[in-house]
């Protein structure tokens, strides 16, 4: 088969109507609208869903999840959240809020180091009582709200595939009483700079807790845990996340 180049008024066409709606060109935009305009149009499609057009969050609280995510993914080209969180009254102390809790994040295999590798000399060591007070000394001072912060660090640390604290961010997050719909929204901003499998074994996790009645799901979130023992691919994945131990 023998492709067939677009004219350049039509990819110009193409990158007109992308820049209109987002105020700016990356460079994916260009090769797509020139190579493949029908999968440029399906990811504009979805991105469009995933974050421009308003869903459960506050702009604010949005924006802060966004930028935790993209430091945590080393993400530099999406400099336009800097300016979205500002827009929508973010301050620059939130901001290094942001990035101190990604930073956190990297470190939180210690905390996993000490439990199982030094139980033996530290026999009242708790892994989640020491991961809770360090975060809390991250996080003190600030105005930014504890859900805010507990769904947050679920994005960020379904980047890392660190299943262990997304758990307890979760976890979190319900006893902070953040709404189901924004803690499920916030932990979406994972799936681009994160990567899509990450968000889908996220889900997996969540979907897991509520099966096992870890967390007070409402009723339409207890249905698609209920669902979990019917989902899955054609094979396992060596690397799938276990489903995690009721507590109590």
């Known amino acids: 088969m023998t492709a067939t180049l677009p004219s ?12 209109a709606k987002r105020g700016y060109l990356l460079p994916h935009h260009g090769l797509l609208a020139i190579a493949a305009p029908r999968l440029l149009a399906g990811y504009d499609a979805a991105y469009t869903a995933l974050t421009l057009e308003p869903r459960h969050m506050a702009e604010h609280d949005k924006e802060f999840v966004w930028l ?22 973010g301050t620059d102390a939130e ?45 003190a001072g600030s105005t930014v709200a504890p859900g805010l912060v507990e769904v947050a660090m679920a994005a960020v640390q379904t980047t890392r595939r660190a299943w262990w604290e997304l758990t307890l961010h979760i976890r979190g997050a319900y006893a902070a009483g953040v709404p189901e719909l924004e803690l499920a929204e916030g932990i979406s901003y994972a799936m681009f700079p994160g990567s899509i ?14 099966a096992a009645g870890e967390v007070p799901a409402s009723e339409a979130f207890r249905l698609w845990g209920a669902a979990a023992a019917e989902q899955g691919g054609f ?11 009721p507590r109590g």
């Open 95 to 139: 901001i290094e809020l942001a990035i101190r809790l990604a930073a956190f994040a990297e470190g939180a295999p210690r905390f996993a180091f000490a439990a199982e590798k030094w139980q033996r000399h530290l026999p009242a060591y708790d892994r989640e009582r020491a991961y809770r007070a360090a975060l809390a000394a991250v996080v």
């Open 68 to 89: 935790a995510v993209l430091v945590a993914c080393d993400e530099a080209i999406a400099t336009h959240h800097i300016r979205k969180f500002r827009d929508a009254g």
């Open 8 to 19: 350049a008024a039509e990819v110009e066409r193409r990158l007109s109507e992308v820049r």
């Open 235 to 245: 094979d396992a994945s060596p690397d799938a996340p276990p489903a995690p131990a």
């Open 197 to 210: 499998p990450n968000f889908v074994d996220a889900c997996a996790i969540w979907q897991g807790m509520i």
